[in-house]
């Protein structure tokens, strides 16, 4: 009997995981809404534009058309921005049935409304609700999951049998799968560390050392820690996969896009010019936006994001935000823990 998983989204991460799945004897139905880009990979077997260099698998079918896609699939992988996550799963609604599982692997919010993913695709299926809905995250850029580089990531569901069903699907043995219940934390950190890996570009970019980008991870780490906990979140979960884990590999890596788009940043390039350097979507962008206004909502303290915020979108400078940040009274390292653990 044919298995089949349609993965919705062909960047560079939707390629990655249609290729693990399609080494784990899956039929993939690969989707975009670019019909020159189907027409492409199915041509040349190659996702050009994301991953040049890594021939598509055989079991690996582009596809422009939704329904073809979701027919006869077993899963449903949503692996494309945030922002178009509403705009997709509408599109695919009345094609996905109760019995599928659907899994998401996008890190970040909805900008209009702050909602988290799992809550966005509850509230456009109607079959599912947020607790049958299963997050993918963890440090794994693309470009070596395609590779088969050794690669760990966590999968979360507030129903632990439906984690436990894509982590049998996901898994083997270059792509280790681990399961975590906490849906809310595991979103959040995939979500906020890409804020942080702003920051970390910024700083090389500005010249700045290990001792620097060594501070900003371990009080960005306290930041996305906060809000989480704020938000309903298990702190234990950001001291795994999803948390240190991904905020580690994005923050020092140049495979990064959101450590490329601070690097430019720093350099003084505009935003503007940065994010038409990029050629494509910088999450941490619009996540910084969104944790700036859920800073506010929920009440907590998160100067990192609160000054590149004002990088961003107010025009400051990133030297002067550095030194308002150094700059700032004293406090307690362990107040963070006290409070929140």
């Known amino acids: 009997m044919e298995r089949k998983v349609a993965v919705l989204g062909s960047g560079s991460w939707g390629t990655a995981l249609a290729t693990v799945l399609a080494h784990n004897g899956y039929n993939v139905s690969l989707w975009s809404r670019n019909r020159e880009k189907v027409w492409e990979m199915a041509e040349t077997r190659r996702n050009q534009q994301y991953l040049p260099d890594v021939e598509l698998e055989e079991a690996i079918s582009p596809t422009a058309q939704m329904e073809h896609a979701l027919q006869g699939a077993e899963t449903v992988l949503f692996a494309v921005p945030s ?52 997050a993918l995250s963890g440090p794994s850029h693309a470009e070596e999951v395609v590779r088969r580089q050794p690669t760990t990531v966590v999968v979360s569901s507030m129903d632990a049998r439906l984690g436990d069903k894509a982590q049998d699907m996901l898994i083997n043995s270059y792509f280790r799968v681990y399961t975590n219940p906490d849906l809310i934390g595991v979103e959040i950190g995939g979500a906020l560390k890409n804020i942080i890996a702003l920051g970390a570009g910024m700083s090389d970019g500005l010249g700045f050392g290990d001792n620097a980008k060594a501070a900003l991870l371990t009080r960005g780490l306290a930041e996305i820690g906060r809000l989480g906990v704020a938000m309903g979140a298990k702190p234990t979960t950001f001291a795994g996969l999803a948390g240190v884990g991904d905020l580690v590999v994005t923050c020092t890596s140049q495979h990064s896009r959101n450590w490329r788009a601070g690097y430019l940043l720093g350099q003084g390039y505009p935003l503007e010019n940065v994010l038409d350097e990029m050629g494509m979507v910088v999450e941490g962008v619009k996540t910084t936006k969104a944790a700036y206004d859920l800073s506010k909502r929920y009440g907590v303290d998160m100067p990192i994001t609160r000054e590149l915020y004002r990088v961003l979108f107010n025009g400051k400078q990133p030297q002067q935000a550095v030194e308002d940040l150094m700059g700032r009274g004293k406090t307690h390292e362990m107040e963070d823990v006290v409070r929140y653990l």
């Open 83 to 134: 922002h178009a996550m509403r705009k997709v799963a509408t599109q695919a609604a009345c094609a996905i049935h109760t019995h599928q599982l659907v899994v998401h692997a996008a890190k970040g919010f909805e900008p209009e409304t702050l909602k988290r993913m799992s809550q966005v695709l509850s509230e456009t299926l109607s079959t599912h609700t947020e607790g049958q809905i299963v």
